[in-house]
């Protein structure tokens, strides 16, 4: 199949400084696909360049076959975005923002569908200035998709929902996609990215420091997890340092923690039912995105 | 219906809905018209204003002030808004591009003059029996000048200004001195002639000789038209070549 989406050596400066600094990947039909990064790091700067907003200064990109400096027009004919930090005209109406912008596109969805489906049936006569915060998240949302588009661009997708409105928004996306569409997610969320997202970019200044499904990046990124138990009997630490796989143990008040790579936590539980010594509070911090994001970039997304 | 012409009714939907604005266009120039009006003896011919009556001057000076605020404040604070709040991008990612907006909107603010301008000469007909504007083409091309020149100078305040807040300063930094000047707080009658002068060189001062002239039945002389002119054409492409669509 071909790409929806190919990007080559992307690259765009402000006063000489990359701040997306040639990367390169490609979406296949139907995927989502993540750019995941912190704050700063060129995901807004190099989604605008695909869509259109701004002009790239190297590189190639071809979003549907088409090249968003000299084929704008018709790009954004099919395809949808949803900008971060927009607001609409204060006194603009839920039904006349989506009717508005229904009608700048060829073959459009029904709108009153789509005020439906992203629960704001019961706001179509509310001004914009009168919404919620995911009121009007939701809209832009809606405004993204009015035009029956086959990419959907979303940046920051859950910014300013409540955590029952971020799930119901994941489930909406995944249901998006199932219709075909394809979506471009840009994302500071690990718990997002990893729920929603086929494959991801971590982009880090401006570069793609790893691409993978969040499955594969976790994979990837090894390293050690840990498990963390409080022993109703006494243990001697000693006896688990030289179990397969483990690395270190330690012991914080009553609870010894353990640390270690592959299988190490069913032979820590094998030895400790061995010795009969029942244990409490056992928990084992299993490695998420979130983890192997640390690993992969060597810092936590708030740096 | 194409883009232009569903932003256009949607804008002009908002404009209606935007009471502040419907005061300052039609309400103002109406009341001044009506207050002055009531005053005794101001229907006649009045020696400090060359000769023209009283209330006919004052709806002159009612359309100048519509004109002067719609273009010097409404333009440069309602698009540094949309710039900021990101109307202007958000439309930049659609089929419409985002000069359409602006365009419909300039065709909006220009249709509540001419709307005005209208009412205006309607009630000082009714009520004072003032006639309409005597040589109505030259009035026509004043109005038309007018809007162009003050609108022109708002979009270039609207295009340079680097946030709303500083747009919407810019606009009214531009819109008193340029009433002082072109008369509308005293006449240009009781002005030194320097004051005259420099005043003749600004939009407002043209536009307002242009619409007094016209409407009393004198031809308007061709420097307060080419001055206009020269506004609009000058104003139009340095704010063409410096609008910013999207916020720094």
Sequence with gaps: MTPVIEVTG?????????????ISFHVEPGEIFGILGPNGAGKTTAVECLEGLRRRDAGQVRILGLDPKTGGHRLHQRIGVQLQE?????RLKVREALELYASFYPDPADWRELLDRWGLAGKASTSFSKLSGGQKQRLFIALALVGNPEVVFLDELTAGLDPGARRATWDLIAQVRDSGVTVVLVSHFMDEVEELCDRVAILERGRIAALDTPAGLVDSAGGEYRMRFRPMAPLQERSLTALPGVTAVGRHGAHVTVTGTGDFASAVTAELARRQVAVADLRIEGRSLDSAYVAL??????? | MTGFGRLALVEGKLFVREKAALIGVFGLPVALVIGFGLIPGFSDPQKGLSDQIGTEYIAALGVAIVLASLGLTGVPMVLGQYRERGVLRRLGVTPVRPLTLLLADLTVWAAAAVLSVAVVIAVVRIAFHVPAPVRSGWFILAVGLGIASLFATGLLAAAVAPTARSAAGI?????????????????????SSTMRQVGNFTPLGSALHAIRDSWMGIDPRPEYLGIMAAWALVAGALAARFFRWDQA
Excluded: S
């Design chain 1, 10 to 22: 992307l690259t765009k400066r402000y006063g000489g400084k990359a701040v997306v600094d040639g």
């Design chain 1, 86 to 90: 927009t607001r609409l005209q204060d």
């Design chain 1, 297 to 303: 970039t060597g810092r936590t997304m708030d740096t």
């Design chain 2, 171 to 191: 606009g009214w930094l531009l819109f008193f001195p340029n009433m002082f000047l072109a008369g509308i707080y005293f006449p240009t009658e009781e002005m």
